[in-house]
């Protein structure tokens, strides 16, 4: 699928999607730079009050001869709860319409969308809701569903400038690496064990640009990363340590990434019931959505020292697995009783954390589909997020708005301490009272220490879709991308 700009609209496009906002009176602004014709059909469409411009609405107006293509109604809501996920969502819309009705090529009047934000920063955001909508992950079947596909998508804004252009552009570049980790995460785990993402880390790392430095299980061991070690220990797959770094600026504290990369989650020797084992491919997207970032930040040119790490293992329950009751020391030398083998996830980034030390982050951030009750507790609606510095997290739901990757706070009370503190070790590493996400939270807190600024993001419920959104299809959805490359930006 092409996506150009245009100042004009060039040939007639099979659909131009129109947004319009459900108040009366701005209803007829979306279509003010129409052909009179169209402008005409539009009018009398709304005259007849068959279309109110609630958000998520929309209105097929089909070709005439006069309009000289089909046009669809995208209903934006109430112009006060505008936000640039209206946008996203709309040209989603505007996508799936479109191929229901074969059309090739699509149209989208930018400036009938722009209103509080920009022009480029609208025509931004209709590219990321093309570029997410239209991903698919096909590659293992045999034989592809012959599904309708749009040719070409044409952005058509007046006022088209430099900035239009580049913006554009650099939606391109975050939309690729959305798309990235999408299918470093939908690969299944017999495929992407650790080693292949600490391959394919560092692939991407030389066609971008980027450093990156592999640790193997030798170094692992060397280095005593005993949360990595212990976890890995009941697979044959093993773990690998991932490390890229942007190069700008690295006289300057690096903000400092370091993503979940569990390959499969059985639960290990407290095992996990079948039922919906197989999501557990998912649960290296933390990983995934710190090496897309980092993609999208070289790709980007951001001028910031950023740092991302990514352990990676999988979590088995062969003979030589870790047994409940097991009591690991971590690298930053705090031992830990492992009451659950299937709290797995802040094991690996006990070390990832404690291992960030020796850059001495300006920020450091964690992600990682960590608890079940985080996913209960926000669904797929928001990732929880929690931490030590309130501008960091002021940040990240800052970032979270602004992409449409909405974040929460939970509170991380030293009370909740108490929860985790082990008998025969400093920590355990889970509860055996309830407050899932926040016990894992105090958990990590206590490898993130040496740093000022720590956040950790819980992205249990929103890594993945069990049912297609408007934004992504079935499967992986990449968040934590577009969060973290907004999060990295607001340090320029
Ligand atoms: N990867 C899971 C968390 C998870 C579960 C993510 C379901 C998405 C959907 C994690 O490793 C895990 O198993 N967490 C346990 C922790 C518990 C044993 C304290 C959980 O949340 O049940
Ligand atoms: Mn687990
Ligand atoms: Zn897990």
Redesign the pocket.
Known sequence: MKIVSSARASKAADLTGIGCFEDAKVLLEGAASLPAPVRETVRRTLDKKKFSGKAGESFFIPLTPKTGGSILLLGLGKKEKFTLEKVRRAASKLLSQAKLFRHESVRFDVDSFARGFSDAETAAAAVEGFRLADYHFGKYKSRPSPAASVAEVELVSPGRGKALARAVAEAEIVSEGVIFTRNLMNEPANVMTPARLARAAKEMAAKNGLLCKILGPAEIRRLKMGGVLGVAQGSVNPPQFIILENRAHRSARPVVLAGKG?TF?S?GI?I?PSG?MD??K??MGGAAAVIGAMKVIANLKLPVHVIGLAPAAE?MPGSTAQRPGDILTCLNGKTVEVL?T????RLILADALSYAKRYKPRALVDIA?????C?SFFGDIASGVMGTDPDLIRRLIAAGERTGERCWELPLWDEYFELIRATYADVQN??RKAS?AIT?GMFLKEFADHTPSWAHLDI??T?WADNPRPLSAIGATGVGVRLLVELVKSYL
Do not use: P, W
């Not at 589909?369 to 009750?373: D, M, R």
């Open positions: 569990i989650d639960g407290s996990k919906d999501k557990m998912f649960d979590n659950n299937d709290a797995e996830g589909t960590l608890t079940g009750s996913g889970t509860s899932g894992a249990a419920g890594a």
